[in-house]
Nanobody, 120 residues
Framework: QVQLVESGGGLVQPGGSLNLSCAASGSIDSAYFMGWYRQAPGKQRELVAVSSHAGVTTYADSVKDRFTISRDKAKNMRFLQMSSLKPEDAAVYSC??????????????WGQGTQITVSS
């Protein structure tokens, strides 16, 4: 069993910055990737950023050059630094760890999710 504990998030003005973190504990598949997906009201869940067990990162085009995912491999943690936030970045951000297809996460584990609100 894997548990994910997320922290960070909240309310920020457009153009501001926020950080998220996610810590995984338990038995994790050796070929895992870990990171964040988000879902806004009325929209499908989408990839934000993940990094693999080998440190390969994948970003959604919409967040490239604004968001940075990093990791503490020893602690099974991921960090998401979000800058230049836009109103369209507002969503529930959920941490995920699993294996398989990054575009269609499934069979892995989800964190509790955290709300990001971008508003003036």
């Amino acid at each position: 069993q894997v548990q994910l504990v997320e922290s960070g998030g909240g309310l920020v003005q457009p153009g501001g910055s926020l950080n998220l973190s996610c810590a995984a504990s338990g038995s994790i598949d050796s070929a895992y990737f870990m990171g964040w997906y988000r879902q806004a009201p009325g929209k499908q869940r989408e990839l934000v950023a993940v990094s693999s067990h080998a440190g390969v990162t994948t970003y959604a085009d919409s967040v490239k050059d604004r968001f940075t995912i990093s990791r503490d491999k020893a602690k099974n943690m991921r960090f998401l630094q979000m800058s230049s936030l836009k109103p369209e970045d507002a969503a529930v951000y959920s941490c995920y760890v699993g294996a398989g297809e990054i575009a269609t996460p499934g069979g892995g584990y989800w964190g509790q999710g955290t709300q990001i609100t971008v508003s003036s």
